[in-house]
């Protein structure tokens, strides 16, 4: 047996984002691009059907400075209990950690957070560990926040600042891949892992199972996962087909 079939499988997050109660979809992260999906309690159920271990679940209103879902976030974590769900979106200070981790999610991103509130950061993976991932999401090698409408840094300082604090895993996205089918940042990814021992989700572009497999490959550098999206809604390939690929 290869060295290759005895890696792990390449774990597949299919992604609900909400907006205005909606499961929608972005092109780029921006706003008024949406794409309404319909209910994200059904659309989670669907994954979850197909054989999702794990959902990304996005509220992108809070994720703007525009409100929240949290109602509709608990119903979706209620619908699919026994699924593993990540979950990201607005979580910047104590009272917004605390209600994201009282959800029901198994593990928190940060984003704009771990880039404008470092000190509060570091100790919030200090204190809940694995259930922290950051998210890095980024245009080039400079980090988008505030639902990717600022600039928040360059990518190189900031993960060496979240390797000081021992941040036990990363949600990598290419802002400008994200919600447009054109395939992953496999470079960017690469580099990421170079600089890091921990676990690496990818996120943005992947439209085909083709952009699966290749992801697969990277499982032994270190690439833990994959956030899916657009491609599942537009109908490219199945969830069910797409796992078949994360596991070969």
């Known amino acids: 047996m290869s060295e290759f079939n005895q890696s792990p499988d390449l774990v597949l997050l299919p992604a609900v984002d ?3 109660g909606k499961a929608v979809r972005l092109t780029q992260g921006e706003a008024g691009t949406e794409t309404n999906y319909g209910d994200p309690v059904d659309a989670a159920a669907d994954w979850a059907g197909q054989g999702a271990e794990w959902i990304h679940l996005v509220d992108l209103d809070a994720a703007f400075g525009r409100g929240h879902n949290a109602g509709v976030i608990r119903r979706v974590i209620r619908q699919v209990r026994g699924v593993n769900v990540e979950l990201s979106g607005g979580i910047r200070d104590d009272a917004s950690l605390e209600a994201a981790l009282s959800s029901g999610a198994k ?10 509130n470092p000190e509060w950061a570091a100790n919030v ?9 950051v998210g890095l999401d980024v245009r080039g090698t400079t980090l988008a926040a505030r639902g990717w409408t600022q600039e928040g840094g360059d990518l190189w300082s900031v993960l060496d600042r979240l390797e000081q604090a021992g941040c036990a895993r990363y949600v990598v996205t290419d802002v400008t891949k ?18 890091t021992d921990r676990p690496v989700i990818a996120s943005g572009g992947v439209s085909s199972l083709d952009d699966i497999a290749a992801l697969r490959a990277l499982v032994p550098q270190g690439l833990e996962g994959a956030i899916v999206g657009k491609a599942l809604y537009a109908g490219a390939f199945t969830l069910a087909e797409a796992l078949d690929v994360a596991s070969d």
């Open 107 to 116: 593990r928190i991103n940060l984003g704009t957070a771990a880039l404008e």
């Open 178 to 195: 994200d919600g447009t089918l054109r395939g992953p940042n496999i470079e960017l990814l690469e580099q990421v892992m170079d600089r």
């Open 125 to 133: 993976i200090g204190q809940y560990g694995e259930a922290i991932a």
């Open 18 to 20: 909400i907006a205005g």
